[in-house]
């Protein structure tokens, strides 16, 4: 089996390119990047079954040219509310199998709901597998594995906590967490999706072991839209919380005075989306700086 993994020399796209190349059924894994000579590296700290292959998503014909020479394709390129959607269309337009760490829920419902795409991946015999990270993902499995042992069940509350003591963050992982701890959020509740508030909405004080009591709140991610789709319940949650807590301080203050906005706002004689601003500044940063 041939297997392409698109944003391959990332934190998580590099590990499961690891991963994929001692599964004894692949018999070769692509890792597919912009950083060509941080691919190579990888491929060559591999071994025989890796190599390295120049993609940039951005180019859809050449995108699905590629594509069509693997049986499957994983994708961890992010921010998914930006690369999501194009890149889910390209794999089924190339007939290929598709698997990728989807975590915003704007893409996550335009793809469920899409009916067309679903149609013609379906009478292509192409499986498209979306949001099989951690979280969503294997939260997914354990709440569906955890219904199953149920009679009935009422509520799934997804809830986690990080702290920056365990490293810094992405550019694509700041655009992410930008993008969901802004605007309006969906959360199920009395079996219907409402609207919340990133950040503000839904604050509880959770045990987390050895992190301690940690404060929670609603975040636009995918498990809320997702979840009463396969499970039935009357309540769907996910929420997240951060060491220190003034991080969600700051995340919260930039979205309430909208500079983590994707709206575009008048500066002279142009358009900008403050978030494209705060983004260009940080790519500008030396690496470790935009991380603390």
Partial sequence: MRVLV????????????????????????????????KAKKLAEDIGEKASAIYVDVTNHGKLVEIMK???VVTSCVGPFYRFGVPVVRAAVEAGVNYIDIMDDPDPTLEILNDAKLNETASDAGVTV?????????????????????LDEVNEISVAWAYTTASGGASL???????HVTCGEALTYKDGKWIKVTP??????????????????????????????????????????????QDVITVYRVLAQLGLTSRDPIKFKDSLIAPRDFIMTALAQLPLETHRK
């Fill in 6 to 37: 698109l944003g391959g020399v990332g934190e998580i796209g590099s590990e499961i390119v690891r991963e994929v190349a001692e599964a004894d059924d692949v018999t070769e894994v692509h890792i597919g990047d912009i950083l060509i000579d």
């Fill in 69 to 71: 020479n693997f049986d």
């Fill in 129 to 149: 597998i979306i949001g099989l990270g951690s979280t969503p993902g294997l939260v997914n499995v354990l709440a569906k594995y955890g219904a199953s042992k």
């Fill in 172 to 178: 694509s992982v700041m655009a992410h967490m930008f």
């Fill in 199 to 244: 950040l503000v909405n839904g604050k509880e004080t959770l045990d987390f072991h050895e992190l301690g009591n940690i404060d929670v709140y609603h975040v636009g991610h995918p498990e809320p839209v997702t979840i009463p789709r396969y499970i039935k319940c009357k309540v769907a949650s996910c929420k997240m919380g951060v060491i220190p």
